[in-house]
Structures are given as C-alpha cells and as structure tokens.
C-alpha cells in the first residue's frame, strides 16, 4: 500500500513540482512493464539453502548480470544463487536437499523473447553460495569473461569464444578469502586493462547465535568488519592485489553494493561502497595509483539524519541533462539521492524530489536508473523486499519530471507493481533491441521475474556500444555525451551498479520526439575524444576508438 503524506508536506511538494514545471519533459503516456516470465523460458529460482532463514548468509540474497557471452549483439542473462552449505552453516537445515544442488544459471537470448539456459554447456553453473556477478572483457580478446563472487571465495570464468568458459581464478591470482559481495569492474590507471575491486561483507561466524527472537538471526553489526580488496590487472592474464599499496585495505566495513564512477569528472574513476550498518566510502582516486577516503567530508557517508543506514545499491546518473551527476543509494529507510554541484560535499536532494515519503515504508535493494519512457529524462526503477524475514513487499517506479523532480508513478505501471515479492538484485537492459530497457529481478528463495517494457508509444532513442583500443576495449570509464534538440545527456560505461548486479554493456538514451542526434561525443578513458555528427535515432550506434 502506497503512504499517505501528512498534508503540509504534500502542499510543500505540490509547491515545488509547479516551480519546475518549465522544466518537465513533454507529457508522456504511463510507463509500462510486463511480466513475460512464463512465457521467456527462464525457469530462475533464487535459493538460500534452508528450510528457513536463520542468518545473514541466507537473507543477504544474489543479482544478476546483462552480457553478450558470444557476440550476437543480443543481452544474455547470467543469474546467481545460494545453495545448501555444508553442516553448521544453516541453523534450519533442509528437511531433504534437492536431488540436484541449486546453481548459478546463463540463459541464451533467442531473440524473439525467449531465452535457453545454456548453463552446463557453457561450463558456468558455479561451486558456491554466490552474491554477485559482474562481467567485462578483462584480457581485452575481444570476447565478454564473467567474475562471480561467493561465500569465501570468488571465480573468474575466461571466455574461450566459442560459447564455453574455463575457470581461470587461480592462474588469475584472484586468491579471495573471506566473504565476497558486491564487486565492480575499473581500469583505475587508465593503462587499458581492466582492474577489478571486490567488496567483503563481514567475518562471519556460524556458531554464534546471541540474537532477540525477534531479530530472526544475528545482524551485521554482531560481527567484525572487513575490509575490501583491490587486484591491479598486469595486462598479461594476472593481477596482483594493491589493496594496501592502494589505500583501499586501511578501511573495513560491511560493503553490500558497489560501483566506480568517475564522479567529479577529473578523468579518473573514483570508487563507492555501501555499506550494511557502517558509514558508507567514497574512495576518491588520487590518479597516482592510490585512492584517499573521503565519504564523510563529501556528505556521502551516513543517512539523512546522520545514521549508519542499511545502505544497498549505489549508482551515479546525471538526471538533470546538465553534466552533474547524482549519486542515489538504496538502503533500508529513506534511500539517498545526493546532488553533486561542481563542489564537495554532495546535496541531500532525497525529500526534494519526492522519493523518500514514498520509500521510508520498504527495504529497498536493487536499483536502475534509465529512460523507460525515452522522453530524454532518466527515471528510477527500485526493488524491495523484507530485512530480515521473508516478508514480500511492492516495487517502486518513480518518473523523472525534469528539473529534479520525480513522480512515483507505480500504481499505472502495470499488474506486476500490484504484486509483492521478496526482492533483491535487479539488473537491466534493452534484451529485445527494440529501445525498451526491461529488467530482470531476484527475489529470495523465490522464481525470478522478467518484465519487458511496454511502454507505448515511446519516444525516439539512440544506444551506444564502445570498442577501445588504446583505452581497455569495453570502454569502461568511457563518458558518452548525446546532443539532440538542443538537450545534451551524458553517461558513463561502468561495470557494476545498484545491488550485486550489472546492467546492459550499451549505454542508452531517449531523444523524445527528435528523430536523430545532433552529435555523439565520446570521451575514452585514454585521453582521446572522438565526435560524430547527424546520427539517426532508434538504432545501436557502434563506436570503436579512434
């Protein structure tokens, strides 16, 4: 059930909305999502290896990850799992394993909206109780590798280009211990191979069970803090871990999501944690090899009344078409939508636009932020889902109506928003090549839904593919800038966003009602920038480094 505002901050709020209305896009139809699971063939059951929940192994949940395994230019869909644990790890073990242990899954895009799970042939189904998965072509060969980090361990799957992957973590030296989470992949000395951060959530100790009933199970705070890991690519198939050279070890929280954007748009990609109940980092790059923490002076560290928040998907977005970007975070109240000025600290912008009245009632976990209408504005798609019980919760779907504004807009977004589910990781992406971004979301111990957008009409829309050469070949750091209209949008390639997930590898924009953009500019992480001009809408724009 949606809240019901207090009156004077409902008049506050109207007040506001009818000063931007200059700067709201064109009226638009609702925005619109569809379940298509039954009919996709992905057959997704999230697992969290019990007969209940009974810790944070359990409930912490998994996402999930847009690729292109085998280069037809169409989005496959790797989703990660929990599983059965060995004795003691569970305190409600299950009654009767599976006959077959539940796994990681890779679904194959058909491309007429149906999927194959192609997982044991591609070699991928995984060995552990996994969190995340992040992909990106590390060896720079042309061909997409897939990281997936798990209880006490992670693994790095190299691509062989002929639809198979072969495990390469120990040749690779990604030698991980402790509990691995959320994870980003970033080229942070900008030498054209890829880096790899790796988040760890705490040092988890199954035998110990001090907890109020009504906590469920111990929470994050009855264990130790740990810190995260850095692993410099020595561009020949291998990485040393810089974690303490970086500067990144001298810090330990309760990392969930991460993500790396270059934020003040000095050409270096700059590193944000959320953390579970610990002030969240903001690893700024000090573009000398090591990175100096600065959350706190930035106003990125605590919630919006100064608390260690529950904090889960971090991603930076540019959602006023002016350069800036916006750093927003899901966590357990308010959420946070931090403006960024030109200047530290950041703007706690939350209550402004008109988020967090609506948002303080659920959890929220998983995140993306995209044009679904394409009316040149990025909205806000939110999953949410119960803390610490299984409790099923509606998602959230908020319309950007320009000039920091935003509209929750849920109620007309289709049958599915009526729904409740358990929800956690979400990743998205245009999977049917049509200028829609759909979406894919994990729910805990519980089927996965695929919605599609079915948003109609629609408006124009333009989505950028990078190939580097001198800079790493997926682009990633790369800043995509698009002129169309007089409007000019800009968006950054990255690899690992909102919570334990990662969205599709082609950047998108909605052009509205303009039927071609003025210009494309793109901004390599080598230094180099390359423009074209007259560039005709509705299409996937390929864009190699020149």
Request: aromatic share 12%.
């Given at each position: ?149 798990s209880y006490g361990h992670v693994t790095l799957y190299r ?237 959230s779907l908020f319309r950007n109506l320009g000039g920091g ?142």
């Amino acid at each position: 059930m949606k809240p019901i505002l207090f009156l004077f901050a409902g008049l506050a709020l109207m007040a506001a909305d009818r000063a931007s209305t200059s700067k709201r896009p064109p009226a638009a139809p609702p925005i619109r999502f569809e379940d298509v699971t039954a009919q996709s063939g992905i057959r997704f059951t999230h697992s969290f290896g019990a007969e209940q929940l009974g810790s944070l192994v359990e409930s912490t949940g998994a996402g999930c990850v847009w690729f292109d395994y085998n280069n037809d230019g169409k989005p496959d869909l790797y989703v990660v799992s929990g599983r059965p644990l060995e004795a003691g790890m569970h305190p409600y073990p299950l009654r009767k394993p599976p006959a077959a242990a539940p796994h990681n899954h890779l679904y194959r895009n058909n491309g007429d909206g149906t999927f194959t799970d192609v997982t044991d042939q591609a070699g991928v189904p995984g060995d552990g109780f996994s969190f995340s998965a992040i992909a990106a072509d590390f060896d720079n060969d042309g061909y997409t590798d897939l990281l997936v980090t798990s209880y006490g361990h992670v693994t790095l799957y190299r691509n062989r280009g002929d639809g198979t992957f072969e495990d390469v973590t120990a040749k690779a030296g990604l030698n991980v211990k402790g509990w691995a989470i959320g994870a980003a992949w970033l080229d942070y000395d900008r030498d054209g191979c890829l880096d790899l951060f790796i988040g760890r959530y705490v040092k988890f100790d199954p035998a110990y069970r001090a907890y109020y009933p009504a906590d469920n199970y111990p929470g994050p705070l009855d264990y130790q803090a740990d810190s995260n890991l850095l692993f410099h690519n020595n561009c020949h198939g291998g990485f040393e871990d810089v974690s303490e050279k970086a500067g990144i070890a001298a810090f330990k929280g309760r990392t969930m999501g991460v993500t790396a954007a270059d934020f003040d748009g000095d050409g270096y990609p700059d590193i944000y944690v959320a953390n579970d109940k610990t002030e969240n980092f903001l690893f700024h790059n000090k573009r000398d090899g090591t990175f100096e923490e600065i959350a706190i002076e930035a106003g990125a560290a605590f919630g919006q009344n100064g608390e260690s928040t529950s904090a889960m998907g971090p991603v930076f977005a540019d959602l006023e078409n002016n350069g800036q970007p916006y750093l927003w975070v899901t966590d357990s109240k308010y959420n946070r939508l931090l403006k960024y000025t030109g200047q530290l600290p950041f703007a706690d912008v939350t209550q402004q636009a008109g988020i967090a009245q609506y948002t303080a009632q659920y959890t929220s976990w998983g995140t993306g932020i995209y044009d679904f209408d394409n009316d040149g504005f990025k909205d806000i798609f939110i999953s949410h889902g119960g803390l610490i019980h299984l409790i099923p919760q509606e998602h959230s779907l908020f319309r950007n109506l320009g000039g920091g504004k935003f509209e929750d807009v849920s109620t007309t977004a289709g049958p599915f928003f009526d729904t409740k589910t358990v929800g956690r990781g979400a990743c998205f992406a245009d999977y049917a090549n049509d200028g829609r971004i759909g979406a894919f979301l994990v729910n805990l111990g519980a089927p996965g839904v695929l919605l599609r957008n079915v948003t109609a009409p629609l408006g124009h829309w333009l989505e950028v593919r990078l190939i580097g050469t001198k800079s790493n070949r997926d682009g990633i750091g790369a800043v995509v800038e698009v002129s169309a209209g007089g409007a000019q949008q800009r968006s950054e390639r990255v690899a690992g966003s909102g919570y334990l997930s990662q969205d599709d590898w082609r950047l998108h924009f909605g052009l509205g009602a303009n039927t071609k953009a003025d210009k494309v500019t793109v901004a390599w992480p080598s230094g180099k920038r390359q423009s074209i001009e007259n560039v005709a809408a509705n299409q996937v724009l390929t864009i190699r480094e020149q």
